[in-house]
């Protein structure tokens, strides 16, 4: 099984209960009601993450209107951080995230300050070249560093849980789902209750206003794409204990992510938090019904038919 597969998704040898259905004029395997729920509620536990990575991005895209080619190679950066302060100072990945998403933070506020914002003299399509050759650098700098093998944090209760009757939830499963709704309300409140939030919603909504009532627009830039740097790194502690990291391992989250944003509405979090749940649920049911290699198409199938029938999302809303 490769590293994109959870932990909780039901064995390939699990046998079908009972005789095949047809959907569609396919033949597929039919199993029973326990079956099915225990794996919607692994895709619970891996949607709340999806959610949190699909959160960053649509942060930086509703404020700075420009999509994150390198959200990927962060996310891909923040693993290996939790994974060398395991390896080398026995740091626990869920300790760690009080190291690394700080740095998260920092890394992405002088990213967007030093780098994007000065070399895109303010054009978004320069943005975005500027972001892909990021990816670019990150990706091939780790994999000339690391090289392509696969690394693992391993936590002596990574198979330890709670037995909820149609699913073995896991403990790392656990703390993924209450981990990132504690920083999803945490970020809400951020957003809704402080000066620097009410800031970033402003330069959101209208920038030129924002920049004439003496709001240092720059500055708000810098501190949104570096919050949402953390979320990814705040992810990267919540997947650690689950997933292998790779120099390629953000390829997968980030097209996930691109369709959690695109399906609950570009720049809307709770577009992202319900879009991150329906991908994971989704994505559980095609392996368990399709199999590992061929679960991953409802996620792409999904992309298309909303780009197709409702391009703005489920909360996203029509530019006029």
């Not at 892909?132 to 391993?154: K, T, Y």
């Not at 037995?163 to 951020?190: K, N, Q, R």
Request: net charge neutral; proline share 3%.
């Amino acid at each position: 099984m490769d590293g994109a597969a959870a932990t909780a998704v039901p064995s390939a040898g699990l046998l079908p209960f009972g005789d095949k259905m047809e959907f569609l004029g396919i033949d597929l395997p039919s199993y029973s009601w326990a079956t099915v729920f225990g794996s919607a509620i692994s895709g619970v536990f891996l949607g709340a993450v999806y959610a949190l990575v699909a959160l960053g991005l649509t942060l930086i895209y509703g404020v700075l209107h420009i999509i994150n080619f390198a959200h990927g190679s962060l996310l891909m950066l923040a693993m290996f951080a939790v994974y060398f302060l395991w390896k080398l100072l026995g740091i626990d990945p869920y300790v760690a995230m009080l190291i690394v998403v700080p740095g998260g933070f920092l890394f992405g506020y002088g990213l967007q300050r030093l780098i994007i914002g000065q070399s895109s003299h303010g054009r978004d399509e320069i943005i975005l070249l500027v972001t892909l050759g990021i990816a670019i650098v990150i990706e091939n700098a780790a994999l000339f560093a690391f090289s392509a093998d696969e690394r693992l944090v391993q936590v002596p209760y990574d198979m330890d849980g709670i037995d909820l009757g149609v699913t073995y939830a896991v403990y790392p499963e656990l703390a993924a789902l209450g981990g990132s709704l504690l920083i999803t309300l945490l970020l809400w409140l951020f957003m809704t209750r402080t000066d620097t939030g009410k800031a970033i919603r402003a330069v959101a909504k209208e920038r030129r206003g924002a920049r004439l009532v003496g709001i240092n627009v720059d500055h708000i830039f810098a501190i949104s794409f570096g919050i949402g740097t953390a979320c990814v790194a705040a992810a990267a502690s919540l997947l650690a204990a689950t997933y292998p990291v790779h120099p390629q391992f953000g390829y997968l989250f980030v097209l996930i992510a691109f369709t959690i944003v695109v399906l609950g509405g570009m720049g809307s979090f709770v577009g992202a938090l319900v879009g991150g749940f329906i991908i994971g649920i989704t994505e559980q049911l095609g392996r368990l019904y399709l199999g590992e290699s061929l679960g991953l198409i409802t996620i792409s199938a999904i992309f298309i038919l909303i780009l197709l029938f409702r391009p703005t999302g489920l909360f996203g809303q029509r530019v006029r």
